[in-house]
């Protein structure tokens, strides 16, 4: 069995984070989303792995995987991306006619897609498709399945009069027939190739299309609240890990300090994580707060935050609260009105707050 991960998209909806790097690569809990989904697949026993990616996201995602131990990697063109099935479509020649997980590598699963794998392993079905219940106002910006005697019999994108609640989450796992599904398949009102119309295909021509209910959270992160809720629910699972210096520090609860890192004359109340190589200096870090490795953080308040790689946050009064700071980020300031600050800062930014 071969991995799928889709990773050509741009993540526009989370501009200016994604102006410079692709979304795969934004760190969540201080690892990139594509190595959440990378370490899914391998701990499900596959490590075969195509990554569908474009000429704009081909080099920043290439740069994020090397060195990933255990896994091997192929790299497929899909550009412009045109969809799912078209994402299948362009990587028929590595797949072969091996079954396959495709994973939308912007998707976050509290207990991995082993269940999903080992589910399409056991029973002989033609695809297994990950549903996670939903509200009924949700459901209609969502694919959703329904579900008749332990099978999927119908696939609805995005109905206005949803016809049940169960919505088709980020992880597929497919055999070989549903590329002759993808043959031929008139593209959708945007010009994309949707993998649930070749799933219907697959349903009407008599194939198998079996349901696993996710359990545990599951997380599409699409939007820039999304990452900062993805990035607490990973952080609930932190365990308390001192590597780094600490002097006069006082870290409360679940703290990761990471190699390298000094923090001195500050309180971090976790779950936190201070990436390889930071500093941090007469701050407070408060929980659900993840700084990346070889940053600086003086005199300053950061508060259910994200804070990308070798980002400096330098003398900013009062608090910087449910931001999304991106990498080599500059922010000074000084004293000023207002009880936070809310930032959501792309890459490579500089930022001074003053009065």
Same mark, same amino acid.
């Given at each position: 069995?071969?991995?799928?991960?889709?990773?050509?998209?741009?993540?526009?909806?989370?501009?200016?984070?994604?102006?410079?790097?692709?979304?795969?690569?934004?760190?969540?809990?201080?690892?990139?989303?594509?190595?959440?989904?990378?370490?899914?697949?391998?701990?499900?026993?596959?490590?075969?792995?195509?990554?569908?990616?474009?000429?704009?996201?081909?080099?920043?995602?290439?740069?994020?995987?090397?060195?990933?131990?255990?896994?091997?990697?192929?790299?497929?063109?899909?550009?412009?991306?045109?969809?799912?099935?078209?994402?299948?479509?362009?990587?028929?020649?590595?797949?072969?006619?091996?079954?396959?997980?495709?994973?939308?590598?912007?998707?976050?699963?509290?207990?991995?897609?082993?269940?999903?794998?080992?589910?399409?392993?056991?029973?002989?079905?033609?695809?297994?498709?990950?549903?996670?219940?939903?509200?009924?106002?949700?459901?209609?910006?969502?694919?959703? @399945? #329904? !579900?008749? %005697?332990?099978? &999927?019999?119908?696939?609805?994108?995005?109905? $206005?009069?949803?016809?049940?609640?169960? +919505?088709?989450?980020?992880?597929?796992?497919?055999?070989?027939?549903?590329?002759?599904?993808?043959?031929?398949?008139?593209?959708?009102?945007?010009?994309?190739?949707?993998?649930?119309?070749?799933?219907?295909?697959?349903?009407?021509?008599?194939?198998?299309?079996?349901?696993?209910?996710?359990?545990?959270?599951?997380?599409?992160?699409?939007?820039?609240?999304?990452?900062?809720?993805?990035?607490?629910?990973?952080?609930?699972?932190?365990?308390?890990?001192?590597?780094?210096?600490?002097?006069?520090?006082?870290?409360?609860?679940?703290?990761?300090?990471?190699?390298? @890192? #000094? !923090?001195? %004359?500050?309180? &971090?109340?976790?779950?936190?994580?201070?990436? $390889?190589?930071?500093?941090?200096?007469? +701050?407070?870090?408060?929980?659900?707060?993840?700084?990346?490795?070889?940053?600086?953080?003086?005199?300053?308040?950061?508060?259910?935050?994200?804070?990308?790689?070798?980002?400096?946050?330098?003398?900013?009064?009062?608090?910087?609260?449910?931001?999304?700071?991106?990498?080599?980020?500059?922010?000074?300031?000084?004293?000023?009105?207002?009880?936070?600050?809310?930032?959501?800062?792309?890459?490579?930014?500089?930022?001074?707050?003053?009065?």
């Amino acid at each position: 069995m071969k991995g799928l991960i889709l990773a050509a998209g741009l993540g526009t909806r989370l501009r200016p984070i994604t102006s410079l790097k692709p979304k795969p690569t934004i760190t969540v809990a201080n690892k990139p989303l594509i190595h959440h989904a990378v370490d899914n697949l391998v701990a499900a026993g596959v490590t075969e792995i195509g990554v569908v990616v474009s000429y704009l996201t081909l080099n920043s995602i290439k740069e994020t995987l090397q060195g990933y131990p255990g896994a091997r990697f192929e790299y497929i063109m899909q550009s412009p991306p045109q969809g799912l099935a078209h994402a299948v479509q362009v990587s028929r020649a590595y797949l072969g006619d091996e079954p396959f997980v495709m994973y939308l590598s912007d998707n976050l699963f509290e207990r991995g897609i082993t269940t999903f794998v080992d589910r399409f392993r056991a029973n002989g079905s033609n695809a297994v498709l990950a549903l996670v219940p939903v509200t009924y106002d949700a459901a209609k910006s969502l694919g959703v @399945a #329904v !579900v008749e %005697d332990d099978k &999927i019999t119908r696939l609805v994108e995005k109905p $206005a009069d949803p016809p049940s609640t169960l +919505a088709v989450a980020g992880v597929y796992v497919f055999d070989a027939r549903i590329h002759d599904m993808i043959e031929g398949l008139a593209p959708g009102a945007k010009g994309e190739y949707q993998i649930t119309d070749a799933i219907q295909r697959l349903i009407e021509a008599g194939g198998v299309v079996a349901p696993v209910t996710v359990t545990g959270w599951w997380k599409d992160t699409g939007q820039p609240d999304d990452i900062l809720d993805a990035n607490r629910l990973l952080l609930t699972h932190l365990q308390r890990d001192v590597q780094g210096e600490t002097v006069n520090a006082t870290l409360v609860g679940e703290v990761v300090v990471g190699p390298g @890192a #000094v !923090v001195k %004359d500050t309180t &971090i109340f976790g779950p936190a994580i201070i990436g $390889a190589g930071t500093k941090v200096e007469r +701050a407070y870090i408060g929980p659900f707060t993840a700084i990346g490795d070889g940053c600086e953080v003086r005199n300053a308040e950061l508060e259910y935050s994200v804070v990308g790689n070798r980002s400096v946050i330098d003398g900013v009064k009062p608090r910087i609260q449910a931001s999304l700071i991106g990498e080599d980020v500059v922010i000074t300031g000084h004293d000023s009105r207002p009880a936070t600050h809310r930032l959501v800062v792309g890459d490579e930014s500089r930022i001074s707050l003053h009065e």
